[in-house]
C-alpha cells in the first residue's frame, strides 16, 4: 500500500503542475492586438488591358474599336524582327499632330504580343487639326517573340506572324 501512495501523489503533483503551466501560457491568449492593413483593393485594368484581354480570350474572332481612342491608337505597320529571339519590335504609330506625347505598349500572353498606340494632347483647349502623324516606336518585350502573332488592339488585325 505503501507503494500506491507515493503513485497518487507523483500523478497529483504532475497534474498541478501541468495545470498550472497551462494557467500560464494562456493567459496571455488575447491580449495582444494584431493589427492587420487592409490589402489594396484590385488594381482596375485601362480600356488597353481590357482590350488586350479581350484579343487574348476571343482570338481570332475579333473586331475591331469603334471611334479613335487615345488609349487604343492604330498602328500603321509592324517591322518583323530580323530573329525570333528578338525582345523588342518596332512598330509605327498613327497619331494627331497635336499630340505632345506618344507611344506604344504591349500585352503578352502565351500565343499573342498584342500593342497599341497611344497619345497625348498638350490641351483639350483650343484648335487642332485632324492631320495624322507617324512615328516609329520600339516596344520591348518581357519574352523573346519566339514565334507569337502581333496584333493590333484597335483594328484587332495580325501585323506580324512570330
Avoid at 15 to 25: D, H, P
Avoid at 37 to 57: C, G, H, L, N, S
Avoid at 138 to 161: E, M, P, W
Amino acid at each position: 500500500m505503501r507503494g500506491s501512495h507515493l503513485s497518487r501523489t507523483r500523478t497529483f503533483t504532475a497534474v498541478l503542475a501541468l495545470a498550472a503551466a497551462g494557467a500560464v501560457t494562456l493567459s496571455g491568449c488575447g491580449q495582444n492586438e494584431q493589427k492587420v492593413t487592409p490589402a489594396a483593393p484590385p488594381k482596375k485594368q485601362d480600356a488597353f488591358e481590357q482590350r488586350a484581354d479581350q484579343i487574348v480570350r476571343d482570338w481570332p474572332k475579333v473586331s475591331p474599336v469603334h471611334g479613335r481612342q487615345q488609349a487604343l491608337l492604330p498602328l500603321v505597320k509592324a517591322e518583323r524582327p530580323a530573329k525570333t529571339s528578338a525582345r523588342e519590335i518596332t512598330v509605327t504609330v498613327g497619331h494627331s499632330a497635336c499630340d505632345v506625347h506618344f507611344g506604344a505598349r504591349s500585352h503578352e500572353s502565351k500565343d499573342l504580343v498584342v500593342i497599341t498606340g497611344w497619345g497625348k494632347r498638350k490641351s483639350s483647349k483650343g484648335m487642332c487639326t485632324e492631320q495624322l502623324a507617324t512615328d516609329k516606336v520600339t516596344v520591348h518585350l518581357k519574352s523573346a517573340l519566339d514565334g507569337r502573332k502581333v496584333v493590333d488592339a484597335a483594328t484587332g488585325k495580325q501585323l506580324v506572324k512570330g
